[in-house]
T-cell receptor, first 112, second 114 residues
Framework: KQEVTQIPAALSVPEGENLVLNCSFTDSAIYNLQWFRQDPGKGLTSLLL?????REQTSGRLNASLDKSSGRSTLYIAASQPGDSATYLCAVTKAAGNKLTFGGGTRVLVKP | DAGVIQSPRHEVTEMGQEVTLRCKPI?????LFWYRQTMMRGLELLIYFNNNVPIDDSGMPEDRFSAKMPNASFSTLKIQPSEPRDSAVYFC????????????FGPGTRLTVL
């Protein structure tokens, strides 16, 4: 059974500092990995999707890397801003299905 | 597009009552997913549909839960009878076509069972 873990569960940084969020998964037989953002009382918004054959994806200040063999992904957010404060979740899709398995999320607070 | 629409946004009910949650997916999307989010268990997939047909309902916790998709633009998740442990935020998500694409989530329904 696939298990997805995100450490730390919460993170607080001063504005301008780079954020590093970690995600690990136990079964390397994944099709893709996604990073989502969730604001309080809101649904999830997809940030980046990495196919299993890719090593990284970039969008603006966001960069996500994937090391499938070691079961790890890292989300980097450069020059953090207070507006980046949210919960960030990673999720993996099984190689032979549509099911997303989510990590518990990392709650981020960027202090002005 | 208005995105995925869920109603109601908040529901408070008493134990034993029937609860119906509603979802309208993004037009043209052929996959629809129901998730439940709790502090203890995080975000869990309950069931998903493809072209209105249930494909995997292995996440449905017990027979008190049922889901239907009578047409491409509407789905319901019903809990009967409801119990306090059903209190959670229920999300609906939809996706179009190839399963390499991301899912688009609705704002969720916060359910409280007293």
């Amino acid at each position: 059974k696939q298990e997805v873990t995100q450490i730390p569960a919460a993170l607080s940084v001063p504005e301008g500092e780079n954020l590093v969020l970690n995600c690990s998964f136990t079964d390397s037989a994944i099709y893709n990995l996604q990073w989502f953002r969730q604001d309080p009382g809101k649904g999830l918004t997809s940030l980046l999707l990495i196919q299993s054959s890719q090593r990284e994806q970039t969008s603006g200040r966001l960069n996500a890397s994937l090391d499938k063999s070691s079961g790890r992904s890292t989300l980097y957010i450069a020059a953090s801003q207070p507006g980046d404060s949210a919960t960030y979740l990673c999720a993996v899709t099984k190689a032979a299905g549509n099911k997303l398995t989510f990590g518990g999320g990392t709650r981020v607070l960027v202090k002005p | 597009d208005a995105g995925v629409i869920q109603s109601p946004r908040h529901e408070v009910t008493e134990m034993g009552q029937e609860v119906t949650l509603r979802c309208k997916p993004i037009s043209g999307h052929d996959y629809l997913f129901w998730y439940r989010q709790t502090m203890m268990r995080g975000l869990e997939l309950l069931i998903y549909f493809n072209n209105n047909v249930p494909i995997d309902d292995s996440g449905m916790p017990e027979d008190r839960f049922s889901a239907k998709m009578p047409n491409a633009s509407f789905s319901t998740l019903k809990i009967q009878p409801s119990e306090p442990r059903d209190s959670a935020v229920y999300f609906c998500a939809s996706r179009h076509g190839q399963w390499a694409d991301t899912q688009y989530f609705g704002p969720g329904t916060r359910l409280t069972v007293l």
